[in-house]
Structure formats: structure tokens, C-alpha cells
């Protein structure tokens, strides 16, 4: 039996080694290179795919495949990184480096047990050790390789405290060796990140062309390399040959060290290892190793993964936002080929039919005052049929079949959809780069779509019912501006005929038409603007939000760290809460809040009343001596601010009774009730209906209104009672004559109720003198005696009628009461802006003086300057006319400070100070409340009632006129409308009015 170092062959042992090293480390490193070999092969063919299918969109100009591809490749890439990168470490390393291990100790088993070998190895042994060791192995009873083998066939570690020499070779051939080697993992597990960032790079840039391409509203470029992802597959190789050389360089060292060892050992060389010991655990040992070795390999492995859920993340969220710019670009595409573009077109023709009547008009005959009336209505006829008979229709169904509000909602479903994939949760860690191995303890978990759902997306959707409202409310808006463009030509040319009867001017007449067509050509210019400013405005609001949206959660994987976003979803959700409990708290307190402030606003009018009575009552207030000119200077002014005005302005905002209803804002509630009492009396029963309101709140307007767009089968008299000279008598007379044949006559059938008769001016019937009801009495008579055949509606001014129904009840002989005192400072606003848009003037609100440099420090633009102004106006005028509509076309007349190139500038006036209304006498006052009751008085009226000589009363009226308390229409004395509400007002705090 050999027993010496001589009698064995290094060489096998050098060799076996090898192979084993390549066999197992080599394989399991070969197969972890071929995962990441294939993983870069399909991703260079999907780059190499994208590039070509790229190129072949941008040739043939194809948004939808360039848009479809960059899809796609999103979706490939992550695919393959899911598929490819686990979190585990694969077992096949943990399985080779074990099979090394132990087979590697088995080839050992040559090493012998002898005293001459253990002479050339020297073992750092405790004390205890050094005298016993030699003693256990004898040259006569030494264990050869076969013994080994008898024993335990060398195929694990369980017996190796049986076998020292081989115990120490084995730990420095093989277990230092590996150990040493660790670093070199390292570098081979660098280089596998090096390559995948390397990739991700080749990705980030192709994100960063799109982003680009999509700041462009996706323009496509001819040139090809606008969307190319460039790479270099050298570079790419480059990297795959230094992972396949680090992993060489893994296994070299390792049979190096190996040769290296066994080579000193053979030629002589004295072989110490201070870290060896004779009782160290050789099965531990090597348990330990592998740990480590897998350990080390794992921490590398989630570098690799953290890296990967990194790429993914940014695929996702990536992907999430072109999904989102694509849906925001059909959407615009949807806006301008569905609804902008058409509605362009349509306004060309009616810009067309303008230019058409504009030569028409131009045309008309100048010699004959009819045929001029004729040819001119024939010409603004032709232009209403063509507008409302082919291009209005047209105009609707383009915006039926738009369908914008449907796209919106479309978009909204399929954002919404797409978020709904996003992931639940995701790993992040806060190292910048992946440089070095981690520990899995320093993963940190994110959800993407919480903190996308509970901060981005809200603000997102909140965007979506905003589109949807602005687009119908400018629908409604655009449709109201278009169908001014015929009511401007309308007013336009019925003023030129009118003014032609009443001047006898052709020409000026004609000018008057063109003009207004000329405005409406501008108000037509201006409404193609408001239309694709909106377009363009819908379209950029939807960018802003959708890109806001996009930046901020790109930052989500561009900033910040985990344990930051996990704080912000709990935050939010808390905010979310708190904003509940907010809302349904202000919800509360908006409720209480009105009745407060109505309740405080009673309180405030009661106790001003009552203190304004008491002072009356005893003289306390200081009063003046003299009533001031102020106000019929003012009347003055006003009266020739108006006269400068155009012919067409003035005609709009003429207070009258209106006899065509395009000015005619229809009152919902008293069209109503005239509806169900023109029905009832048809079916037989009592239904005489009064109309009950201050002057010029449309009394009149709304009668006529009635008679001529609801009565078609009776016959119909309109009896006006406000005509001169005409006592109380002679009303009655002619009333009575009217249905003289309708009296004691009983309806037996409903072709008998053929008459409705409607007086205009109830106060004309009755004088406040001795026995003046009278006339009034045997009118309510007739009334009832001649109901069921005669529909009966009256009219009567509000103080008149309050007077006469406190006297004898008149209430109860009406069935039917329509009081018009509820114009609101919005419904006066509409009036006045409907007339106003009927002109076809621009308008321009003007600041006073003295508050413009209180407006500049507000530094707002243009439009809410305007929208301002616009406000403190009508707040201005809602006090000073109470809603009077009269009053409130007077102050909108004397507002308008110019008129320069159609456009009308509105400053408000200064407001008139009412302060010598308490100095008024109590016979004027007394004078006031009587004209007040029979809306209007006559001097021989007032001769009348208060008993004196006619040409007292004349000078007492003239006094009255001349002090601005009074104005002249015909021969009746009426308000000053400018003081009306301040008259009313005084009355009341004099208890003259009840």
C-alpha cells in the first residue's frame, strides 16, 4: 500500500476538478445566461419589428398603427420581463453548487491518511490537538480511499472527521476557493444588470419619442427616424461576451486556484492555513458556503427583479398615459370632423344668405312707398325661409349627430376601463441605481392604482362632467346667438319700413336695413369665433387636465420613494373623509344660512319703515325747504342722451305695448293661468280673469301675447281705455254696446261663447270723487250677466286696483287673478339683453372714473373685467328701478354713455339723490297718490277731485311737472319714471298707501 504523496497522480485530481467545476457551476451559470440571451434576442426582434412597422406608418401617414405599435412593443416588453425575471433565484445554482461540493469531496477520497503527508500540512490545532492527532493515524492501519469507501462510499460529508488530510484539502481546494470566488459572482451578476439597463435605456428612448410625438398632437413626420429606436447590436453583444466572460472567468479561477494548490503541494511546498482548524465542521462549513453563495446570488437577483418592476412600472404607467393621449386625440379628432368643421361651413351660408339680401335690399324700389314695404318684406321673407327652412335644421342636426357628449362619455369609460388593469401592487426600493446586491428586507411595496385612484384620477373625472356641461350650455348659448342673426335683419328692416312711413326717407330708410344686415354680418363673424374658440378651448382644457394628469403620475416613478407614496394614500384617504364630513357640514349650514339673512333682511325693512313713519309722524327728521332741480335736470339730460341714439336702439327700448312678440319673454306661470281659464270658460264655467301690475310691467304685452298666439275660434275685441277726454260714462257706454246681444242670454252650447272682450285700463272706469264707482259697479254687472258668453280679462294698474278692491271687494268678481309684480333682477337682466342682441351691436361696459383704478388693481382680464362690470351694473340698477321694467329701459337708455363703431358702451350713471322726496308738501303727495290710483290724471280731472278752479289745477300740475315729480303723456299727468319706486315708497311711509 503506498502510503506517500509520490504514489499519486495530481493530475486526475487536477482535471476531475475541472470538468466537475464546468459540469455543475458552469452549466447553472450557462442556463442563467441563456434566460437573459433570449430575453435580449426577443427584444432586439420586437425593436427590430417596431422599427419596421414605424417606418411603414409614418410612410403611409397611419396614426392608428404608429399608435397600435407602441402599443404593442409596451405590452411585448413587459410580457417578457414577467415571464423572464422572478423574484426567486433560480435552484438550479443552489443544486449545482452542492452537486460540486460533494463530488468534489468524493474525488478527494485519493488523498491518503498518513503521517508523512500531514508533516507537509501544517494545522493551526488547539493545544489539546497537536500531541493526539498523529497518534490516530498509524502507517500500518492508515484508511486508504478504498476503506473510505467500504464505509461510507464517499458519496456525502458524514464521515469526514475520519479523514484530516483530505478534510483540509478539501476545505482550501474547494471551499476557500469557492469563497474567494464570491466576488467574481458578483461582477458576473453586475454585468446581467449592466446589460438590462442597457435595454431599458433602448426603451426610455422610445418613450421619450413618443412623448415627443405626442407634444405635437401626433404630427406625423415623413422622416422614418423620428420614432426609430437606434442600438447598436455590437454594443449589445459586447455586453452579452463580457457576461459570458465574467462567468469563465468564475470557473477559471477556480480551477486555478485549484491547480495552483495541488501543484505546490506536489513539488514539496510546506501548505499552512491559519483559518483551519482540526475540528472544524466540514458538513457546516459547507452548508454555510452555499448559503452564502445563494444568498449573495439571491440579493443579486432582487437587484435584478427590483430593476424589472421598475421597467415594468414604467412600461405601465407609460403606457397608461399614450392610451390616455390617444383617446384625448381621437376625441379632438371626433370635435373638429363631427362639430367644428360643419358648423363653420353652415355659418358660410348663412353669411351667404346675408350677402344675398344685403343686394336685395340695396335693390329695393325708391319711388313707391308701398312697393318699397312690399319688396322689402318679400326680400326679408325669402331670408327667413332659407335660414329656417334649410340651413337651421341642417345647423340642429349637425349637433344631434356630433355626438359630443357621447364621446366625452366615451372617453371617460374607456380612461376609467384601462385604469382598472393597472397593478395592485408593485416593488420599489430607494436605491437610485442597481448597483449592488439588496436585501429583500429593503423591498417596499406600492400599489400605482391607489395612489393614481385616489389622487389623480378624481381630478381627472372631475374634468369629464365639466366638458360635458360646457359643451351643452354653449349648444344652447350658440344656437340662441344664431337666432339673433334673423331677429337683428327682422327689427333691421321693420324699423326701415317704419321710419319710411313716418319720415318719408328712402334713402335713409334703406341705410337703416343695410346697417343692421352689416351687423349682423359682424354679429355672424363673432359667433363663428365663439364657435371655434369653444372648440378649441373644450379641446385645449381636456390637454391641460389629461397632461397634468400625465405629469403627475410620471412622477410617480420618476421620484418618489414608497414609503413617501404610501404615506400620501393614506393621507388622501383620510382627506377623502374629512372632505365628506366638510360637505355634509357646509351642506347644513347653506341651508340655515338663507333663512338667517332672509329673516335679518325683514328685521332691517321693518325697523327702517318704522322709523321713517315715526319720523314722519313727528317731525323729527330736518326738513329742507326747497325741492331741488336735480331730478328734471336730469330728465333733461336723459331726454337728449336718448335722441342721440340710433333709430333702432331707441325703437327697442320704447316703452310700449308690445304688438309682434319677437322682444316678448314669455311668462310661464300667468301664460298658464289665462290657458286654464280660456279652457274652463269653454267648458261653461265663470272664469272673467284681471291682469294685475305696474306700469309697463307688461300688462299689455302679455294680453296681447294671449289674444293673438292662443284665440283662433272667438272673436275677439280689444278695448283700449286710455283715451282722452272720455269720462267714466262714456267708457261704460261703449262697453255696454259691445255685448248689448249677449245679455240674459243663456249658453247652450259651446258655439254660442264666440266673443272675448279685453279692456285695457280698469282705472278709467271709476273716479276717487263721491259716487265715482258708479260706472265701475255697473261694468261688474255686465260681467256677470254676460259670463258665460263673453270671456271677459281686464286690465288693471296695481295701485288702482288695490284702491278699488279695498273699497267693495271687485276681487270676488274675478275668477281668475294674474298679478305681474314678480319680475326678478334676472328676468330684467334677459330683457334687457335681449333687446339689446336684437340691435346687433356689440357691447362694451365702461367703469366709472372713479372706480377704474380700483378695477386695474384687480388685474383681471378683458372678459372677467367685462363679466365684473357687467354685474356691479345691474346690481345698480335692480336698486334703482325695484324691478320696475319701465324705469330699468330709462336707466339702460340713459347709461349709454357712446356709440362708436357699432358697438355700445354702458357706464353707469351716478346714482340721483332722492333726499328733497320728504320735502314734497302733503297736498302734492296727496296730488302723487291719486295719479298713482287712476295711472294718470287729466287737469280737469284733478279740477274735479279736489274741487278748484281748472286753471289752479293747471298751474298746481305745471308746478309739479316743472320740479321733475311729474312728465306729460298726451294730456295725462303721470310719475316721473325716474322717482317712481321712491314716490311708491313715500306714500306707504306716509300711510297715504296701504
Known amino acids: 500500500m503506498t502510503t506517500g504523496k509520490k504514489d499519486i497522480d495530481y493530475s486526475i485530481l487536477t482535471l476531475g476538478l475541472k470538468k466537475l467545476a464546468t459540469e455543475t457551476i458552469g452549466t447553472a451559470l450557462d442556463k442563467e445566461i441563456q434566460v437573459f440571451q433570449n430575453f435580449t434576442n426577443s427584444f432586439v426582434q420586437s425593436i427590430d419589428e417596431y422599427n419596421t412597422k414605424t417606418a411603414e406608418a409614418i410612410n403611409n401617414g397611419s396614426l392608428q398603427v404608429l399608435l397600435y405599435e407602441n402599443e404593442r412593443l409596451s405590452k411585448t416588453v413587459f410580457s417578457l420581463l414577467e415571464d423572464t425575471i422572478k423574484e426567486k433565484t433560480p435552484v438550479l445554482l443552489k443544486e449545482m453548487t452542492n452537486k460540486f461540493i460533494i463530488d468534489a469531496y468524493k474525488q478527494l477520497e485519493l488523498i491518503p491518511e498518513n503521517e508523512r503527508l500531514s508533516e507537509q500540512i501544517r494545522i493551526a490545532r488547539s493545544k489539546k490537538e497537536k500531541s493526539g492527532f498523529l497518534s490516530i493515524l498509524s502507517d ?60 431599458w435605456n433602448f426603451d426610455k428612448k422610445r418613450i421619450e419619442q413618443f412623448n415627443l410625438f405626442a407634444s405635437t398632437n401626433f404630427q406625423i413626420d415623413v422622416d422614418i427616424k423620428a420614432l426609430k429606436i437606434e442600438y447598436k447590436i455590437d454594443e449589445i453583444e459586447q455586453l452579452l461576451n463580457e457576461i459570458n466572460s465574467s462567468k469563465d472567468q468564475i470557473t477559471e479561477e477556480i480551477n486555478i486556484e485549484s491547480s495552483n494548490f495541488i501543484d505546490d503541494f506536489n513539488s514539496g511546498k510546506i501548505i499552512e492555513h491559519d483559518t483551519y482548524q482540526s475540528k472544524l465542521n466540514i458538513e457546516t462549513e459547507s452548508e454555510k458556503l452555499v448559503q452564502a453563495i445563494v444568498k449573495n446570488r439571491q440579493n443579486w437577483q432582487n437587484s435584478i427583479f427590483i430593476l424589472a418592476e421598475d421597467w415594468k412600472l414604467d412600461l405601465e404607467v407609460n403606457s397608461f398615459k399614450f392610451y390616455i393621449l390617444k383617446q384625448f386625440f381621437n376625441f379632438s379628432k371626433v370635435m373638429d370632423t363631427r362639430y367644428t368643421e360643419p358648423v363653420v361651413d353652415i355659418i358660410e351660408l348663412i353669411n351667404a344668405s346675408l350677402d344675398d339680401l344685403k343686394v336685395n335690399v340695396v335693390n329695393t324700389s325708391k319711388n313707391v312707398k308701398t312697393k318699397f314695404k312690399e319688396q322689402l318684406t318679400e326680400s326679408k321673407s325669402e331670408f327667413k325661409r332659407k335660414l329656417f327652412l334649410k340651413i337651421i335644421p341642417v345647423l340642429k342636426e349637425v349637433i344631434i349627430k356630433s355626438e359630443i357628449t357621447k364621446a366625452i362619455d366615451s372617453i371617460e369609460t374607456d380612461i376609467t376601463s384601462r385604469f382598472n388593469g393597472i397593478s395592485e401592487k408593485r416593488f420599489v426600493t430607494n436605491m437610485s441605481e442597481y448597483s449592488k446586491p439588496i436585501e429583500k428586507s429593503e423591498f417596499q411595496g406600492i400599489s400605482p392604482k391607489d395612489i393614481i385612484g385616489y389622487e389623480f384620477m378624481p381630478q381627472l373625472k372631475a374634468v369629464f362632467p365639466k366638458l360635458k356641461t360646457s359643451f351643452i350650455n354653449h349648444v344652447e348659448v350658440f344656437e340662441k346667438k344664431v337666432a339673433e342673426i334673423p331677429e337683428i335683419i327682422n327689427f333691421a328692416i321693420e324699423s326701415s319700413i317704419s321710419f319710411n312711413e313716418n319720415e318719408g326717407s328712402v334713402e335713409d330708410a334703406i341705410k337703416i336695413s343695410t346697417e343692421g344686415i352689416v351687423r349682423a354680418e359682424k354679429k355672424l363673424a363673432e359667433i363663428s369665433g365663439f364657435h371655434q374658440s369653444f372648440s378649441q378651448g373644450e379641446v385645449s382644457t381636456l390637454k391641460l387636465s389629461i397632461e397634468k394628469f400625465l405629469n403627475e403620475i410620471t412622477a410617480i416613478a420618476d421620484s418618489d420613494s414608497a414609503s413617501q407614496i404610501n404615506i400620501r394614500i393614506v393621507k388622501l384617504q383620510a382627506l377623502a373623509k374629512s372632505k365628506e364630513i366638510r360637505q355634509n357640514i357646509s351642506r347644513r349650514i347653506k341651508n340655515f344660512i338663507p333663512v338667517v339673512v332672509e329673516n335679518l333682511k325683514f328685521g332691517i325693512r321693518f325697523l327702517w319703515q318704522s322709523s321713517e313713519k315715526i319720523g314722519k309722524q313727528f317731525r323729527i327728521e330736518e326738513k329742507q325747504q326747497f325741492i331741488t332741480s336735480e331730478t328734471s335736470d336730469y330728465l333733461a339730460t336723459t331726454e337728449l342722451a336718448i335722441n342721440k341714439l340710433p333709430y333702432i336702439y331707441q325703437r327697442l327700448f320704447k316703452i310700449e305695448a308690445l304688438k309682434s312678440f319677437e322682444l316678448f319673454i314669455g311668462r310661464e306661470k300667468p301664460a298658464e293661468i289665462l290657458s286654464i281659464a280660456y279652457s274652463k270658460w269653454k267648458e261653461g264655467r265663470f272664469a272673467p280673469i284681471v291682469i294685475i301690475g305696474e306700469k309697463g310691467s307688461g300688462k299689455t304685452t302679455i294680453l296681447n301675447w294671449f289674444l293673438k298666439t292662443k284665440v283662433h275660434d272667438e272673436k275677439v275685441i280689444l278695448l283700449d281705455l286710455h283715451e282722452v277726454n272720455k269720462t267714466p260714462e262714456m267708457f261704460y257706454n261703449e262697453i255696454e254696446a259691445l255685448v248689448a246681444d249677449k245679455h240674459n242670454v243663456k249658453a247652450s252650447n259651446s258655439e254660442s261663447k264666440n266673443t272675448i272682450l279685453a279692456i285695457d285700463g280698469l282705472a278709467r272706469l271709476f273716479t276717487t270723487e263721491v259716487n265715482g264707482f258708479k260706472y265701475l259697479m255697473k261694468t261688474m254687472k255686465l260681467i256677470s250677466d254676460t259670463s258665460s258668453q263673453v270671456l271677459w280679462i281686464v286690465s288693471a294698474h296695481l295701485y288702482s286696483w288695490y284702491y278699488i278692491d279695498k273699497s267693495f271687494n271687485i276681487s270676488d268678481y274675478f275668477a281668475y287673478h294674474i298679478k305681474l309684480t314678480d319680475i326678478t333682477a334676472a328676468d330684467m337682466k334677459g330683457i334687457i339683453e335681449r333687446r339689446h342682441n336684437m340691435s346687433g351691436y356689440k357691447l362694451v361696459y365702461e367703469a366709472l372714473p372713479e372706480k377704474k383704478s380700483f378695477i386695474r388693481k384687480k388685474k383681471l382680464t378683458y372678459e372677467k373685467m367685462q363679466s365684473e362690470l357687467e354685474e356691479i351694473y345691474f346690481k345698480g340698477l335692480a336698486e334703482f328701478n325695484n324691478n320696475n321694467l319701465s324705469q330699468a329701459f330709462l336707466y339702460w337708455l340713459r347709461s349709454t354713455s357712446r356709440v362708436e363703431n357699432d358697438v355700445i358702451y354702458i357706464r353707469q350713471i351716478y346714482e340721483i339723490k332722492n333726499n328733497f322726496i320728504k320735502s314734497i308738501s302733503l297736498s302734492k303727495m296727496i296730488t302723487l297718490k291719486n295719479i298713482l290710483i287712476n295711472n294718470g290724471i287729466t287737469i280737469e280731472g284733478h279740477s274735479r277731485k279736489f274741487n278748484q278752479d281748472f286753471e289752479l289745477s293747471k298751474l298746481h300740475l305745471d308746478q309739479m311737472k316743472d320740479d321733475g315729480l311729474l312728465v306729460m303723456a298726451e294730456e295725462y299727468y303721470l310719475i316721473n319714471p325716474l322717482i317712481y319706486s321712491q314716490i311708491i315708497r313715500e306714500l306707504y311711509i306716509l300711510n297715504l298707501l296701504h
Open 140 to 199: 500500518s492501519k492508515s484508511k486508504t480511499y478504498m476503506n473510505l469507501k467500504a464505509q461510507n462510499e464517499g458519496s456525502s460529508l458524514a464521515a469526514y472527521k475520519q479523514f484530516q488530510n483530505r478534510n483540509f484539502f478539501f476545505y482550501y481546494l474547494i471551499l476557500s476557493n469557492l469563497k474567494r470566488q464570491i466576488k467574481l459572482y458578483n461582477t458576473f451578476s453586475s454585468k446581467i444588470i449592466l446589460l438590462l439597463n442597457s435595454l
